[in-house]
């Protein structure tokens, strides 16, 4: 037993400190170990998806505009802030190939930072779920949303400890601009509830996130088709499945939201039909 417990002691020291980047040993709070993490998001899973909706059952939504207007401001300042810093260090990134710069060289540092910065700001966005449960705006607690939100701050903890720089630059640089402009839009909807109405807005907004994941997607299959890349190729294989999967989950809304619910009721039957026929057709094949 006492054999079993060293060999899980032994592996456990060897891929959270061996393996990691050791610029953020004992630095940087939460990288070191996964629990701080772990307990954030088993937290917020029990209260998206249990204590919140029963504490809420026979209550009235909260009222959260002041709230939510501070916390949107905050929310664009950080992003572009962070935006704007990784910005001013865009001439020493390559466009098809970053490798990790793991010195301690100013924009080694630099980018680690950032990135830990980057990390912080995707706990952050789990409120945007708190709101929704404690406003009881139930519809918006879509699997979209909630898987979003869960893969962001999981995944960025094991990229920040392990990867900290290199191609990573690229999702920092484009996310915190992306969010940049949609907690501007969020800001003005918690303002004004006739913002939230405009649908050539809200159809903009879902556009830029969409382009924000092609790009992605370009960027890290570049990383892969380059056998002299020395940016990290499985930290690239698992990256490109989830930007895929983030492509239809965003698609299949724009399709949902923008093209399928402006369609005649006799257009959306064909679509319906369509759509049942092919699942059909691949079903027997």
Partial sequence: ???????????????????????????????VSPVPISVILFLWHRFVFKWGPEYMKNRKPFELKKIMIAYNICQV?????????????????????????????????????????????KILDLLDTVFFVLRKKDGHLSFLHTYHHFAMALG???????????????IGLANTLVHAILYSYY???????????????????????????????????NVLLRPTCKFSKL?????????????????????????????????KAETLASNKNRHANIKTH
């Avoid at 098809?96 to 990390?119: K, M, Q, R």
């Avoid at 960025?156 to 690229?170: A, L, N, P």
Wanted: net charge positive.
């Fill in 1 to 31: 037993m006492a054999k079993v417990i060293k060999t899980l002691y032994e592996g456990y020291m060897y891929y959270m400190h061996e393996l990691a980047d050791p610029r953020t040993h004992n630095i940087y709070p939460f990288l």
């Fill in 77 to 121: 300042m950080v992003n572009s802030w962070i935006f704007y810093g990784l910005l001013m260090s865009i001439h020493v990134v390559n466009w098809t190939c970053t490798p990790v710069d793991y010195s301690e060289s100013y924009w080694g540092i630099s980018h680690l930072t950032y990135a830990y910065y980057y990390f912080i700001l």
């Fill in 156 to 170: 960025t903890w094991y990229t920040v400890k392990y990867f900290g720089g290199g191609h990573i630059y690229f």
């Fill in 187 to 221: 800001l003005l909807t918690a303002y004004d509830s006739k913002y939230g109405k405009l649908l050539w807005l809200k159809k903009s907004i879902t556009t830029i996130q969409l382009v924000q994941f092609v790009f992605f997607a370009w960027s890290f299959t």
């Fill in 235 to 267: 930290y690239t294989v698992i990256v490109l499945p989830q930007n895929v999967l983030m492509i239809v989950l965003f698609g299949n809304f724009y399709f949902q939201t923008y093209i399928r619910a402006k369609q005649p009721p006799i257009e």
